[in-house]
């Protein structure tokens, strides 16, 4: 089960953007590193998920070096709505994924 | 189609008593995980079903807690004697495969109060 670590707390301005990384030293060949987003009161949501380089969808880019030890999600132009906690999650055929403490991204206007 | 569902959204049960937490995941998702948020923290693993088996129940906190899965479908997460540290959000997910290569698609959750 690899081990990873991301920091407590982020604050930002809307429209800025925000990265967020996340060191998984031990990660193996074959994980996958996951990132979910959560808002108080609801269940995680899926944000991104990669292997390797770099990922992007509608919300969030995930830069994944050559050595896959970190990782980081990257949130354009950040608004109000993206105050949550952020959790990365490294794993392959896992079913015991930790989320951990996350990292609380409050933005500010 | 509709997301992972779970009932009741609240509940407030006296120490000492038995509580049922029910989980409907998407359909046609073989994995269903059960996890618990206490205030402010992270989630925590309790178990996970692939169709209606659980290979692993050692992230279950103690022997009151116990948990089925029937016809591959619903799921039922059982406390028994619960005490007040109990407390916290039962979080109920499902996914097509494995947590690692898959997504997990999470249930809003019940909160569960002991007094």
């Known amino acids: 089960l690899a081990k990873t670590t991301q920091p407590i707390s982020m604050d930002s301005y809307e429209g800025q953007e925000v990265n967020i990384t996340c060191s998984h030293n031990?990660?193996?060949?074959?994980?996958?590193i996951t990132w979910y987003q959560q808002f108080p009161s609801q269940g995680p949501r899926f944000i991104i998920q990669?292997?390797?380089t770099k990922v992007t969808n509608e919300v969030a880019s995930l830069f994944i070096p050559a050595d896959r030890k970190s990782s980081t999600l990257s949130l354009p132009r950040v608004s109000l709505s993206d105050t949550a906690v952020y959790y990365c999650?490294?794993?392959?055929?896992?079913?015991?994924?930790?989320f951990g403490a996350g990292t609380t991204v409050t933005v500010r206007a | 189609g509709a997301g992972v569902s779970q009932s009741p959204s609240n509940k407030v049960t006296e120490k000492g008593k038995d509580v049922e937490l029910r989980c409907d995941p998407i359909?046609?998702?073989?994995?269903l995980y059960w996890y618990r948020q206490s205030l402010g923290q992270g989630l925590e693993f309790l178990i996970y079903?692939?169709?209606?088996?659980?290979?692993?129940k050692s992230g279950l906190p103690s022997d009151r807690f116990s948990a089925e899965r029937t016809g591959g479908s619903v799921s039922t997460l059982t406390i028994q004697r619960t005490q007040q540290e109990d407390s916290a959000v039962y979080l109920c997910?499902?996914?097509?495969?494995?947590?690692?290569?898959?997504?997990?698609?999470f249930g809003p959750g019940t909160r569960l109060t002991v007094t």
């Open positions: 997910a499902s996914s097509w495969g494995l947590a690692g290569s898959y997504e997990q698609y």
């Open positions: 990669g292997y390797k």
């Open positions: 079903f692939q169709g209606n088996s659980a290979p692993d």
């Open positions: 031990n990660i193996a060949t074959n994980d996958y």
């Open positions: 359909s046609g998702h073989t994995a």
């Open positions: 999650l490294v794993g392959e055929n896992d079913y015991k994924l930790s």
